[in-house]
T-cell receptor, first 112, second 115 residues
Framework: AQKITQTQPGMFVQEKEAVTLDCTYDTSDPSYGLFWYKQPSSGEMIFLIYQGSYDQQNATEGRYSLNFQKARKSANLVISASQLGDSAMYFCAILTGNQFYFGTGTSLTVIP | DSGVTQTPKHLITATGQRVTLRCSPRSGDLSVYWYQQSLDQGLQFLIQYYNGEERAKGNILERFSAQQFPDLHSELNLSSLELGDSALYFC??????????????FGSGTQLSVL
């Protein structure tokens, strides 16, 4: 079974607008971690944000926030005030059972 | 800079050949992961080593093998290469403390082109 599902292969957003990238996960572990990574066209994988399963508040890192809905098993990434440099692939991942599982990614294009 | 070093950055070779990709994890990290990313594909987990021992195996072909040495660097060996093996190969490391906030640190990848 897929541990991480990203249903949006591609997304477009106007510069300076906010965008939400969807991620749902599957685990029976009570303790797990959720991560988002960014992969620009240059290829490197850049860590963006982390959310722990016991965290009461949604994680935020600058313009990135994670909309964590535990009951729905979703961990959507919200990027506010999109910039051209945000155009990239975005991967959601879960650390559960001492294993990392990645989604298939969402390609985000920011339109000037 | 993630602290994870991968060499070489680019590799061009022919079908049937064998190559070795090298990875030095971040200082202090005991766990090394290898991933394959084909064009427009997600990350395919290949194999994980922890302190020299194989910890987990993913979709790794029998033609591929890996090891982690006592100094914790790791090598991924790809043999009898086929055109379909052309991909970006990532190494990542983590401290593997068991904490859920332990993120993976990725190297810059090795772009393998099999001609």
């Amino acid at each position: 079974a897929q541990k991480i599902t990203q249903t949006q292969p591609g997304m477009f957003v106007q510069e300076k607008e906010a965008v939400t990238l969807d991620c749902t996960y599957d685990t029976s572990d009570p303790s797990y971690g959720l991560f988002w990574y960014k992969q620009p066209s240059s290829g490197e994988m850049i860590f963006l944000i982390y959310q722990g399963s016991y965290d009461q508040q949604n994680a935020t890192e600058g313009r990135y926030s994670l909309n964590f809905q535990k009951a729905r098993k979703s961990a959507n990434l919200v990027i506010s005030a999109s910039q051209l440099g945000d155009s990239a692939m975005y991967f959601c991942a879960i650390l559960t059972g001492n294993q990392f599982y990645f989604g298939t990614g969402t390609s985000l294009t920011v339109i000037p | 800079d993630s602290g994870v070093t991968q060499t070489p950055k680019h590799l061009i070779t022919a079908t049937g050949q064998r190559v070795t990709l090298r990875c030095s994890p971040r200082s202090g990290d005991l766990s090394v992961y290898w991933y394959q990313q084909s064009l427009d594909q997600g990350l395919q987990f290949l194999i994980q080593y922890y302190n020299g021992e194989e910890r987990a195996k993913g979709n790794i072909l029998e033609r591929f093998s890996a090891q982690q040495f006592p100094d914790l660097h790791s090598e991924l060996n790809l043999s009898s290469l086929e055109l379909g093996d052309s991909a970006l190969y990532f190494c990542a490391s983590s401290a593997e403390t068991g904490a859920t906030n332990e993120k993976l640190f990725f190297g810059s990848g090795t772009q393998l082109s099999v001609l």
